[in-house]
């Protein structure tokens, strides 16, 4: 009877707290900032704990930030004091563009700016999109979270870590990137048949990671599935090198001339790659 009692209990308690969700009042806000960027500038983005994140390289000497920011309270009060909150902050100077989000997830930026943040609020829900313009030729810094990141059109020092990244898409054409990804799809297509830079080294831990290449590729391949899985290669250009042999999770390949080295690693899960 006591462990009925208890159950019921719990029930009662999980109804009142999705009504309380269902009553909460929701607000989606547009954000926008720029500024200029010299020469070899480096960008540095620091996405939301949910939110996607969508770069685009563009020629204008210039990075322009449009975000998308929902919140959610119980009250208009609340909501006004997590607009304060849950945003972003973006610090510019000559060759350095910081965009680093601020929120209810960082306790190092609650105690120094909102050190009487009810606790109530810490738990409600928001995100935050970006879209985001970036010279052609820049560096980026990119540390996202759980939701869909796309780059394009970028050539430069790229480091991206997404662990949380529900879908990826990168359209490639050199520079030196260096990506982890979490999973659960992640596509890249190489737009140019030869790499221009020192090469790239991406790794997905689990599911998906599909890749297009031009049918005239002229680069060196590094591809690996580490635990369960295996490739599909459906380019029948690549050939062996350093005298190896092609196995279903390892391909020390060549296709055309050979170049820069591309090294592309799941974990677990299916690493396929198709011409374009």
């Known amino acids: 009877m006591k462990i009925k009692n208890i159950i019921v209990s719990f029930l009662l308690v999980l109804a009142f707290s999705a009504f309380i969700f269902a009553q909460n009042l929701k607000r989606t806000t547009t954000k926008a900032e720029s ?7 480096t960008v540095t983005i620091v996405g939301a704990p949910k939110g996607s994140i969508q770069i685009e390289g563009w020629n ?7 975000a998308e920011i929902q919140i959610e309270a119980a009250t208009e009060e609340d909501l006004a004091l ?5 945003t972003f902050a973006f610090d510019d100077d000559a060759n350095h563009i910081h965009i680093v989000t601020t929120g209810t997830h960082d306790k190092q930026f609650l105690k ?3 050190k009487k943040l009810p606790k109530r609020l810490l738990s409600l829900p928001w995100r935050i999109d970006f879209k985001i313009k970036v010279p052609s030729y820049c560096d980026l810094e990119i540390d996202a979270g759980d939701g869909n990141f796309d780059l394009r059109g970028v050539e430069g020092a790229i480091m991206i870590k997404a662990l949380q990244s529900e879908r990826a898409n990168l359209d490639l054409v050199g520079g030196q990137v260096q990506a ?5 799809e992640v596509n890249i297509k190489l737009s140019s048949r030869g ?11 689990r599911g998906e990671l599909n890749i297009s290449v031009p049918p ?11 635990r369960t899985g295996k490739i599909e290669n459906k380019f029948e250009k690549l050939k062996p090198r350093d005298k190896t042999k092609f196995s279903e999770t390892k391909m020390i390949a060549r296709a055309g001339t050979g170049g820069a080295t591309l090294v592309f690693t799941v974990g ?7 011409p374009q």
């Open 60 to 66: 204008q000497p210039n990075v322009e930030v449009t």
């Open 268 to 274: 677990d899960g299916t690493l396929r790659l198709t």
């Open 195 to 205: 790499w221009r830079g020192r090469g790239a080294d991406i790794q997905v831990a």
């Open 112 to 114: 120094k700016n909102f």
């Open 82 to 86: 997590l607009a304060q909150v849950n």
């Open 35 to 41: 500024a200029d960027l010299g020469p070899g500038g």
């Open 216 to 226: 005239a590729l002229n680069a060196d391949l590094d591809l690996s599935v580490l």
């Open 180 to 184: 982890t990804f979490g999973g659960d």
